[in-house]
């Protein structure tokens, strides 16, 4: 029987993608967090999926006469 190997980094926390989601993650952690999602296409998909989520919700009662709406969030796989 084989021992596994921890992992080299943590899963993300809720707390994690929710910050990163909000693009309000320290530079340092999101770097970090970005390297993370990388490799992993479902957590990937999981923050972008948040993050599209939030940006409906800011949006959502968005007067078109007082300001422009943001842009829709870039999906983290395109990020480089």
Known sequence: MS???PPTEPRLSESDVQTFADGMLDPK???SVETYLKSRPGE????????RLNWQMQNAFHEPDNE?????????????
């Open 3 to 5: 021992i596994a190997k």
């Open 29 to 31: 952690r999101a770097a």
């Open 44 to 51: 990937a998909d999981r923050v972008a999926f948040y993050g």
């Open 68 to 80: 422009e709406a943001p842009p829709a969030p870039v999906p983290i796989r395109r990020m480089s």
